[in-house]
């Protein structure tokens, strides 16, 4: 099942920011301790009625600036546009309809999308409903009065974008088939994976429809068992725009993830792991999704004896907060290794549906704490009452503790460890949930 995405769009200084902290909340404030993990803060996870959706943040739209900065930010929110199931049209009220306002609309009709007409910054509804009557002639519907600095409006402007939303894709539907997004940063060789599998292998059923978020699913079929394949390439822009448009590339990186079980994550061997890499992969780490570190181009780099085990010891050290990812040295041009992907991806697939049984996991909890007592603090020292696996995709733990204060990151990292090394759990990330169980301690 995926995610619904949502686009603020609108032109600068019209509040879209406000809106996007007061409905994504605390979430957006949020800075994990793992370490080498960006944020990027132009996505968020919003929940409104029990339906989850993707919130993302634009830049202002000045259709006819010829300036260098506005033109990239324009562009920017075509990215968005193109990406979005719903757009959310914000426009100011204390400054009334502009010439800008009408051309975005344009441009807004152009994309065929649903679109939500917010106006913002009504601060006393009484008195301003006139002025927000006004923008009924952009000719896009009916505007929502809001105030996202106060916080008003806001309730009533989401259930009409929710309204929006595809009920047949909000349902969980049986699709067994292994989904697997292919992601990177532009020019890695997207494409020519996917040409690779589908070309020289002739192993295509049937092309899936286009999504409605522009990536292109394509169904393989590798030794009988069929997979879909979520190709990004093709989404980025070749010319080269500086670091703010491609930060806004991620959205489709984000959209494609959201929708996969196993990532794909292609590094250009060349060029060598990069912090846009990074960006990328934890990404993929944050939602749990299973890993797989695919380094292209293999072939065109000189190796001696000891050129795999430097170069591993690298994209390790750039990602280091997720050791378990798996990587392989392909090359998508020849088709070196691409046997091994599947196997690896097989692999991964069976370790992100892995369920321990409570009674096995509870005896490696314990032998843990044996060896290494439990961290305390001011004469307090944590107990480890009970563990369970809750869920999988990716593997979900609860463990009860008398106090959650006390389980410090560093121990909790230690006990994923303990698992890991009875069970590997190789290509997925583990996530673990601490629950206070004060009934018990005495």
Aim: hydrophobic share 40%.
């Amino acid at each position: 099942m995926s995610k619904p995405i949502v686009a603020i769009v609108g032109r600068p200084n019209v509040g879209k920011s406000t809106l996007f902290n007061a409905l994504a909340g605390e979430n957006i404030s949020i800075v994990k301790d793992t370490p080498g993990v960006t944020r990027d803060r132009i996505y968020a996870d919003v929940e409104w009625l029990n339906i989850n959706f993707t919130l993302v943040d634009t830049g202002g739209i000045e259709p006819e600036s010829s300036d260098v900065i506005l033109s990239q930010m324009r562009d920017q929110a075509q990215i968005a546009i193109d990406t979005a199931d719903v757009i959310m049209f914000l426009v100011d009220c204390r400054q009334g309809l502009t010439d800008s306002d009408s051309k975005v609309a344009d441009m807004l009709r152009r994309s065929h999308k649903s679109v939500v007409l917010v106006v913002n910054k009504v601060d006393n509804y009484n008195k301003m409903m006139a002025d927000v009557f006004e923008f009924y002639n952009l000719g896009i519907g009916e505007p929502y009065a809001i105030s996202a600095a106060n916080r008003t409006g806001i309730g009533d402007m989401l259930d009409v974008v929710i309204s929006h939303f595809n009920s047949e894709e909000l349902e969980d539907f049986e699709d067994e088939r292994p989904r697997v997004a292919i992601v990177g940063k532009p020019n890695v060789g997207k494409s020519s994976l996917i040409n690779k599998l589908l070309g020289e292998k002739r192993l295509i059923v049937s092309d899936i429809a286009g999504t409605t978020r522009d990536a292109v699913d394509t169904a393989v079929t590798w030794n009988d068992r069929e997979y879909v394949f979520i190709d990004t390439a093709g989404l980025r822009r070749k010319n080269k725009i500086k670091e703010e448009l491609e930060r806004y590339s991620i959205i489709r990186t984000v959209t494609a993830v959201e929708r996969a079980d196993i990532v794909v994550i292609m590094i250009d061997a060349v060029e060598g792991v990069t912090e846009q890499d990074a960006k990328i992969a934890g990404i993929a780490h944050d939602r749990g999704k299973g890993i797989v570190i695919a380094v292209n181009k293999w072939d065109a780099i000189e190796k001696d004896d000891k050129t795999i085990y430097r170069y591993t010891e690298r994209i390790r050290e750039t990602l280091s907060y997720m050791p378990y990812a798996e990587i392989l040295f392909i090359s998508a041009e020849t088709g070196q290794r691409l046997p091994k992907l599947f196997e690896t991806i097989d692999m991964v697939l069976e370790n992100q549906s892995m369920r321990v049984a409570t009674g096995v996991l509870n005896e490696i909890i314990a032998e843990a704490a044996a060896m290494q007592q439990p961290p305390s603090d001011k004469g307090k020292r944590l107990k480890l009452y009970y563990i369970t696996q809750v869920s999988v995709k990716p593997p979900t733990f609860v463990i009860f503790v008398n106090d959650k204060e006390l389980m410090h990151f560093s121990y909790t990292r230690y006990l994923e460890n303990k698992i890991r090394d009875t069970f590997g759990f190789r290509g997925t990330s583990l996530k673990f949930i601490i629950r206070e169980r004060k009934d018990r301690e005495n």
